[in-house]
Each structure stands twice: as C-alpha cells, then as structure tokens.
C-alpha cells in the first residue's frame, strides 16, 4: 500500500509518500509546494491542487491521508488552511483516492507515541523509522508523520477486521457535493 500523506497550508503544502512492504515502512518522497504569497489566493489554491494532481501522478498512491485543521487563534488563517486543506482534498478524490483524516495529537500519538510530542521528536522518529539520511523539510516531515499514522492506524483497523474504532473520517468522491 502507498500513502500520500498531506499536511495543508496556504503558503506550504507538504507531502509524504510511504510504501507498507509487510511491517515495513519505505520511505519513496517528500516534498514541498509552495505557493508565491504575492499570489492572488485563488490561483495559490490552483497551485495546491495542481501540485498534488502531479504528485498523485507521478506515485499512484492507494491512499491519502490528511492532517486535520489544528486550532488557530486567528480566523483569517484558519479560514486560509481550511480552503488548502479544500484544495487538498479535493485534488486527492479528483483521482478517485479516499481520503483519511487526522488530528495532529492522532498523528504525533502513532509517531511517537506520545500526543504532546515536539515536532522535533517526530522528525527524529520519521528519520529512524524511514531510514531518512537526514531530517526532511518541516511541511514534509509533518506529511510524511501523516502517511506514517495512517499506515499505522489502517493496519490496527484490518487486523481487526474492521471493528477498530480509527477516530479518522473517510472521504469518497460520492460524499463530495461539487
């Protein structure tokens, strides 16, 4: 299974890609796209999606997985990350992916294993876990965490058959009113 795992912003979208080979986790990219913040917004949403529209053709991945909206003191940009999280989204079931969601306590929890970790504890994580020669980008790490908790989280649900409770929402194409 492949896992694009995304973590939304309006200046810097990061994504992670990571393969599950039987209990192994293979690093295959991380990057960055960055929109010019001189942009008109609508056209820093289009580079979003046409980004991850590249990236999704170029991996194929089987999955995507998305941080979900952490709480922001300012609306303004809450309202901004929530639109690229759209753009994100939206680009994903575009291809016909499902899309997961998580919390970034779910995503530093599966990481770490612990919710309050610092975002350098992940990245250590990420480096060893993945076999990183170095500690990627912040946005990539914080995606490739992302893809990380979702092949984590998906496979507690499968060995389960089914009846874990994954406290992630899964979206599909049918459930997007477009």
């Known amino acids: 299974m492949i896992v694009l795992g ?3 912003g309006s200046r810097i979208t990061g994504y992670g890609i990571v ?11 991380n990057g960055a796209i960055f929109t010019d913040t001189a942009a008109d917004f609508p056209g820093r949403l289009k580079k979003i999606f046409d980004g991850l529209l590249e990236v999704i053709a170029t991996y194929h991945p089987d999955q ?6 952490f709480f922001a003191t300012n609306p303004q940009s809450a309202l901004k990350l929530g639109q690229a999280r759209g753009a994100a989204i939206v ?8 899309v997961y969601e998580y919390s970034a306590l779910q ?23 993945l076999g990183l020669p170095e500690i990627a980008q912040a946005d990539a790490s ?18 389960s058959g089914g009846r874990a409770a994954l406290k992630q929402q899964k979206t599909s194409w049918r459930d997007m009113k477009l």
């Open 19 to 29: 393969e599950q080979m039987g209990n192994r986790l293979v690093h295959i990219d």
């Open 64 to 69: 995507v997985a998305v941080e979900n909206i």
């Open 142 to 159: 914080d995606a490739l965490a992302v893809a990380v908790c979702h092949i984590n989280s998906y496979a507690l649900n499968q060995k």
């Open 6 to 8: 995304i973590d939304p």
């Open 91 to 98: 680009a994903a079931v575009h291809c016909g992916l499902p």
């Open 107 to 129: 995503v530093k929890q599966a990481v770490v294993g612990q919710g309050r970790a610092a975002k350098e504890q992940v990245q250590k994580m990420l480096k060893i876990l």
